[in-house]
C-alpha cells in the first residue's frame, strides 16, 4: 500500500569527485534519467549533478553542496575518490544527521557491509548496476517507507544491523535506459563526451572488477549508438571516447559503428579501448580513416607464469603483426603493461618492456597493480603472498614472487620509462643507442638512470617539466617553446656525453662521429619542430 508522500519536492544531489573531467558525469546521468522516466514521484523530485575535482577542498565542497539544501546525497565512489568522499560525508553528516547518504559504484559494491559497519554516517549502499536500485531506493524513502528488503542489489542500515538484499538481475534490454544525451541531461562542451555502447565483458581478468559489476555482454542498439553518435558529432566534439572494455569484442559491430563515425565526423575523434588480436586489416584501415585519436591497447605482460595467473590470454605472434600494421598506419596507441602482477619478478618485467619496446610503440603506460575490492587477486591474496595497501588505491607491496626491494627496482625502471616516453627526443636517442650497441631497451635506460643520478641529477626536473609541457599541449594546445628549446639544447650534449661513456663501457674507444651526428640531425629537427632557428650541426 502506497502512502500519501508530501508534496514538497526533495532534492536529490548526486555527486562525482572526478580525476579525470571526461569521465565525471555518464554514470549519475544514468540514474537520474531512469528514475526521471520511470518513477511515479519524479515530478516530486529534484535530481541535480554536482562534480567537483578531487583536488578541490573537501572545506569548499561540503560548503557548496550544503548550500543546495539537499534531503538526500548520492556519491558515485571509485578508488581515486573513496577516502575524498568519505571525508565529505564525515564533515556533512557531523552538521546535518538527517541527511540521508547513499553510496555507489565499483570500489564501495564489493564491499558494503564492511563499509557501513565501519561508517555509521552512511545510510545505504547500491551494488553494481545501479539504475533499478537507486529508482527503487528514492521511491522507498520518498514513500516513508522503512523497509527496504524488497529491493534488490542494496545494502542498509536497520535498527543497527547491516542487512545485505539478494543480488539483482542486470537491465538486459539496455535500450530501456534513457540516453543522458538525447534527453538533454548532459549538456555536452566541445572538448570531449563519453559514451557506452555496451557494458559487461567476456574476459575474467583477476585483478579486475569490472566483469563481476557487469557479468555477461549486453549491447545498446545499433540504433541506439547512431543517435546518440549522430547527436554528439552534430556538436563538433572534439574528443569522444567509447567506454567500451574492448570496443572490437565483436568485430563486425565495431566496423559498423567506425563507418557511421566516418560519414558523420567533422573534426571529431574517437579513443577506444581495444585487444590487439582482434583486428584485422579492414578494422584497422577503418580506425585509420575514422581518424582515432588514441588507442588503449592492455598487454599486461609477455610472461607466460603471470598471465596464467591472472587468466589473460595473449598471442605473441597476432600481436606484434597488428601492431605492425597500427604503425604502418601512424596510429596513435598506447600499450599497457601492469607492474607487480603475481608470477613476475624484475627480471621478467624487463623482458616485457623490451618485447614492447621491440615494438616501436608511440607510448607505454605502466600502471602499478592495485588489488581491488572484490576481484580474485584481492580475494586470495594469502595463497598468493600478496601484500597490499589496505586503504586506496590498494597498492601491491610484494608478492610470492618479487619483495619489496625487486619492486622498487621495476618502480625506477618504470619512471625512467615513462620519462624516456614522453619526449620523442628522448625515446629517438635511446633507440639510436640500442640499435647501434645491440643492447636491450631497458638495459639502456637503467644504465642512463643510474648516470644521471650519480653525474647530473638536474636533469630530472628538466624531464619532469618537459613532460608536463607535453601533457599541456595535448590538453590546452600550448607549450612554452621557450623553455622546450633551451632544455633540448642542453640535453643534447647530456645525451652525447652519455653516448660516449656506454660506448666505453662496452669496450668502444669513443662514440663513432656518425651517431653523434645523427644525434644532432635528430635533436635539429625537434627544434625546427619547435621553432627555433639556429641549429646544432
Known amino acids: 500500500m502506497i502512502k500519501k508522500v508530501s508534496r514538497q519536492k526533495k532534492r536529490i544531489i548526486l555527486v562525482s569527485l572526478y580525476l579525470k573531467d571526461r569521465y565525471k558525469e555518464l554514470a549519475l546521468s544514468y540514474l537520474k534519467v531512469y528514475f526521471s522516466r520511470y518513477s511515479e514521484f519524479s515530478k516530486l523530485v529534484d535530481i541535480k549533478i554536482q562534480t567537483f575535482s578531487i583536488f578541490d577542498s573537501n572545506e ?19 578508488v581515486w575518490n573513496i577516502d575524498k568522499t568519505l571525508e565529505i560525508v ?16 565499483p570500489e564501495v559494491s564489493a564491499q558494503a557491509k564492511n563499509l557501513l559497519r565501519a561508517e555509521p554516517l552512511i545510510d545505504a549502499v547500491v ?15 520518498l514513500n516513508d517507507s522503512r523497509d527496504l528488503s524488497k529491493i534488490k542489489g542494496l545494502c542498509y542500515r536497520n535498527n543497527g544491523n547491516v542487512i545485505e538484499t539478494p543480488f539483482r538481475a542486470q ?4 535500450d530501456t535506459i534513457p540516453s543522458p544525451y538525447l534527453s ?9 563526451a563519453c559514451l557506452e555502447t555496451m557494458r559487461g565483458c567476456t574476459f575474467s581478468c583477476r585483478y579486475c572488477y569490472y566483469h563481476k559489476q557487469f557479468w555477461g555482454v549486453r549491447f545498446f542498439s545499433m540504433q541506439r549508438v547512431k543517435e ?31 563507418r557511421f563515425f566516418i560519414k558523420h565526423k567533422k573534426d571529431s575523434h574517437l579513443h577506444v579501448e581495444l585487444k590487439a588480436e582482434l583486428l584485422d586489416k579492414e578494422l584497422i584501415e577503418l580506425l585509420s580513416k575514422a581518424g582515432v585519436g588514441f588507442l588503449e591497447i592492455g598487454l599486461q605482460s609477455t610472461n607466460r607464469k603471470a598471465l596464467a595467473l591472472v587468466k589473460r590470454d595473449f598471442s605473441p605472434v597476432r600481436f606484434k603483426q597488428n601492431i605492425g600494421l597500427l604503425n604502418k598506419k601512424k596510429i596513435n596507441y598506447v600499450i599497457q603493461i601492469i607492474e607487480g602482477l603475481p608470477g613476475d619478478n624484475y627480471s621478467s618485467f624487463k623482458k616485457s618492456i623490451n618485447w614492447v619496446c621491440s615494438l616501436k610503440p608511440p607510448s607505454i603506460e605502466i600502471p602499478k597493480l592495485m588489488l581491488l575490492p572484490g576481484t580474485y587477486l584481492r580475494n586470495y591474496a594469502k595463497e598468493f603472498k600478496i601484500k597490499y595497501e589496505k586503504k586506496a588505491p590498494h597498492f601491491v607491496l610484494q608478492a ?6 625487486e619492486l622498487e627496482r621495476m618502480d625506477n625502471l618504470k619512471f625512467m620509462l615513462l620519462y624516456v616516453f614522453g619526449n620523442e627526443f628522448f625515446k629517438e636517442v635511446i633507440y639510436l643507442l640500442s640499435d647501434s650497441l645491440s643492447r636491450r631497451f631497458s638495459d639502456i635506460c637503467v644504465a642512463l638512470d643510474s648516470w644521471l643520478s650519480l653525474n647530473h641529477p638536474w636533469a630530472y626536473s628538466i624531464f619532469s617539466e618537459l613532460n608536463k609541457k607535453s601533457e599541456s599541449e595535448q590538453g590546452d594546445g600550448k607549450l612554452n617553446k621557450a623553455l622546450n628549446i633551451v632544455a633540448l639544447i642542453k640535453l643534447t650534449g647530456l645525451f652525447k656525453e652519455f653516448a ?3 660506448y666505453h663501457k662496452y669496450g668502444r674507444v669513443e662514440l663513432p662521429q656518425i651517431l653523434r651526428k645523427r644525434i644532432d640531425i635528430k635533436a635539429d629537427s625537434f627544434l625546427r619542430q619547435l621553432g627555433a632557428k639556429q641549429e646544432l650541426v
Not at 551494488?127 to 524513502?141: A, H, P, Q
Request: hydrophobic residues 40%; glycine residues 6%.
Open 228 to 258: 546518440e553518435l549522430r547527436y554528439l558529432l552534430s556538436k563538433n566534439i572534439k574528443i569522444i571516447y567509447l567506454m567500451d572494455p574492448t570496443f572490437n569484442l565483436k568485430i563486425d559491430r565495431s566496423k559498423e559503428i567506425l
Open 171 to 174: 537491465i538486459q534490454n539496455l
Open 127 to 141: 551494488i553494481n548496476e545501479g539504475e533499478e536500485t537507486f529508482k527503487e531506493l528514492v521511491d522507498s524513502w
Open 90 to 105: 564525515r564533515l556533512l553528516k557531523r552538521n546535518f544527521p538527517y541527511l540521508k547518504i547513499v553510496l555507489g559504484g
Open 500 to 502: 660516449g661513456f656506454y
Open 60 to 78: 569548499a565542497i561540503t560548503f557548496k553542496l550544503a548550500r543546495l539544501k539537499p534531503h538526500m546525497l548520492g556519491f558515485s565512489c571509485y
Open 400 to 405: 610470492n614472487t618479487f619483495g619489496k626491494e
Open 184 to 192: 538533454g541531461t548532459i549538456k555536452v562542451n566541445k572538448k570531449d
